[in-house]
């Protein structure tokens, strides 16, 4: 069946450090992917989407670019911030309709230290 | 802002107890879901209604029952609680036509001893 594996946690920087958090996925046809952030205390919240291979989602200086030929939908910001600290949730939408079925990843946590 | 609220952060209940936990959201969403995320599990989904008074199941519905009588709100039942349902249990809400782009609540954690 589908699914989506993210790296493990947790991940820790630096201030204004690279960031990459890797995110594969299985499934047939042509998914939908995207990224969820759970800040501390709250909701998940929607990041960034892509819809279409080598499409490139964006928002909030993260970027992530959907790569059918490796299944991969990586998760980059040039320089976090502490206020990035959070648990973040790659997630796929199977291409079987508009249900609002989505597969998360395990989640990946991120510590940024000042 | 869309707002989608949980009856409770915490709750404790003793084994074999029956449990509701509710959800409301304010945004007219048609779509409603609720998950339990569990360490190193991610998010499963237990069931969705895509409207009042409808339901399906999600991935793990085995020891949970739902019901949806108002548009706004989506009620999570464990019928007899179990050590095994002890997690956090998110809710979430979605347009129809934009189904993947949920909105959750902060969440409600269960511990059943």
């Known amino acids: 069946g589908d699914s989506v594996t993210q790296m493990e946690g947790p991940v820790t920087l630096s201030e204004e450090a690279f960031l990459t958090i890797n995110c594969t996925y299985t499934?047939?046809?042509?998914?939908?992917l995207f990224w969820y952030v759970q800040y501390p205390g709250e909701g998940l919240q929607l990041l960034l989407k892509a819809t279409k291979a080598d499409d490139k989602g964006s928002n909030k200086g993260f970027e992530a670019t959907y790569r059918k030929e490796t299944t991969s939908f990586h998760l980059e910001k040039g320089s976090v911030q502490v206020s990035d600290s959070a648990v973040y949730f790659c997630a796929l939408a199977p291409n079987s309709g508009n249900t609002g079925k989505l597969i998360f990843g395990q989640g990946t946590t991120l510590q940024v230290k000042p | 802002d869309v707002k989608v609220t949980q009856s409770s952060r915490y709750l404790v209940k003793r084994t074999g107890e029956k449990v509701f936990l509710e959800c409301v959201q304010d945004m007219d969403h048609e779509n409603m879901f609720w998950y339990r995320q569990d360490p190193g599990l991610g998010l499963r989904l237990i069931y969705f209604s895509y409207d009042v008074k409808m339901k399906e199941k999600g991935d793990i519905p085995e020891g949970y029952s739902v019901s949806r009588e108002k548009k706004e709100r989506f009620s999570l039942i464990l019928e007899s609680a179990s050590t095994n349902q002890t997690s956090m249990y998110l809710c979430?809400?979605?347009?129809?036509?934009?189904?993947?782009?949920?909105?959750f609540g902060p969440g409600t954690r269960l511990t059943v001893t």
């Open positions: 499934a047939t046809g042509y998914p939908s």
């Open positions: 979430a809400s979605s347009f129809r036509d934009r189904s993947y782009e949920q909105y």
